[in-house]
């Protein structure tokens, strides 16, 4: 599961210009201030987590990378020291397996007390709940999130043509990604009409779940045929990021 728009890159800049002006930054993991944690445990997609990792080095936003051990070994009370928990795609079962019961408590609850949580497929996933023996984050509410559609005829990544409550369609990189009907705002669409992307709130945490790549790398898109250049997703994707970062409420339906 890796997982011409210039109103969207001017949104992306502007959103940009906030998370670099007025706004504080936290004291995370050995002392060091940082914004963002960034999983890479077991199940990530590397190549995802790069992708990531370059949009925030770009945007100037400071952030750790944690993998599955130590994530396991965080308290709630250090989870809390970052404004943000980013968990990118991969292979949500494999993801969950690496986790213990304490951590996705410690997430639960981290959020819940203020910590912000962006998902992306994987990471959307994770947010849902799972019977046992799976683990989960549930920032739900009690919701399990199933595939989008495409999944059930046999296609397992497209690009495709993602609706906003505001701007410009996109055609985004999805990959075995979630549709996210039952929680949150809808903020886009897939083309069958279910969420693609949410947000809400929960508890003091601001959570944005993404099913599809805004992020995706060029060399993601070759046999695919996109209608939206690289530099529009990618600005998206920054979009999402410092929303989430910023307890930004996005344009929704």
Same mark, same amino acid.
């Given at each position: 599961m890796r997982? %011409? =728009? %210039?109103?969207v890159i001017a949104a992306a800049l502007l959103l940009f210009a906030v998370s670099t002006g007025s706004a504080s930054t936290s004291v995370g993991a050995h002392g060091t201030t940082v914004d963002v944690l960034l999983f890479a445990g077991a199940g990530t997609s590397r190549?995802? /987590? =790069?992708?990531i990792e370059t949009i925030l080095n770009s945007s100037h936003i400071r952030y750790s990378l944690v993998g599955s051990s130590q994530f396991n070994s965080m308290s709630e009370a250090t989870l809390a020291g970052y404004r943000l928990l980013v968990v990118s795609g991969g292979n949500f079962v494999e993801m969950g397996?690496? &986790?213990t019961v304490d951590?996705?408590?410690n997430v639960r609850n981290a959020v819940k007390g203020g910590l912000n949580y962006l998902g992306i497929c994987a990471g959307g996933f994770l947010a849902g709940t799972?019977?046992?023996?799976?683990?989960a984050f549930d920032l739900s509410s009690g919701v399990k999130f199933a595939f989008y559609s495409a999944e059930q005829r046999g296609i397992r990544k497209a690009a495709l043509r993602i609706a906003t409550a505001r701007g410009p369609a996109l055609d985004q990189y999805w990959e075995?990604?979630?549709? &996210? =009907?039952?929680w949150g705002s809808v903020v886009g669409k897939y083309p069958d009409g279910t969420p693609a992307i949410v947000e809400g =709130? /929960?508890? %003091?945490?601001? /959570?944005?779940?993404s099913g599809i790549h805004a992020e995706a790398p060029a060399s993601w898109r070759r046999g695919l045929a996109f209608r939206t250049e690289l530099n529009a997703d990618t600005a998206y994707a920054r979009t999402l990021l410092v929303a989430a970062l910023n307890r930004t409420? &996005?344009?929704h339906y």
């Amino acid at each position: 599961m890796r997982t %011409r =728009a %210039r109103d969207v890159i001017a949104a992306a800049l502007l959103l940009f210009a906030v998370s670099t002006g007025s706004a504080s930054t936290s004291v995370g993991a050995h002392g060091t201030t940082v914004d963002v944690l960034l999983f890479a445990g077991a199940g990530t997609s590397r190549s995802d /987590v =790069a992708s990531i990792e370059t949009i925030l080095n770009s945007s100037h936003i400071r952030y750790s990378l944690v993998g599955s051990s130590q994530f396991n070994s965080m308290s709630e009370a250090t989870l809390a020291g970052y404004r943000l928990l980013v968990v990118s795609g991969g292979n949500f079962v494999e993801m969950g397996n690496g &986790l213990t019961v304490d951590a996705t408590t410690n997430v639960r609850n981290a959020v819940k007390g203020g910590l912000n949580y962006l998902g992306i497929c994987a990471g959307g996933f994770l947010a849902g709940t799972f019977p046992a023996p799976y683990k989960a984050f549930d920032l739900s509410s009690g919701v399990k999130f199933a595939f989008y559609s495409a999944e059930q005829r046999g296609i397992r990544k497209a690009a495709l043509r993602i609706a906003t409550a505001r701007g410009p369609a996109l055609d985004q990189y999805w990959e075995d990604g979630p549709q &996210l =009907a039952g929680w949150g705002s809808v903020v886009g669409k897939y083309p069958d009409g279910t969420p693609a992307i949410v947000e809400g =709130a /929960v508890g %003091r945490g601001w /959570v944005i779940l993404s099913g599809i790549h805004a992020e995706a790398p060029a060399s993601w898109r070759r046999g695919l045929a996109f209608r939206t250049e690289l530099n529009a997703d990618t600005a998206y994707a920054r979009t999402l990021l410092v929303a989430a970062l910023n307890r930004t409420t &996005l344009p929704h339906y």
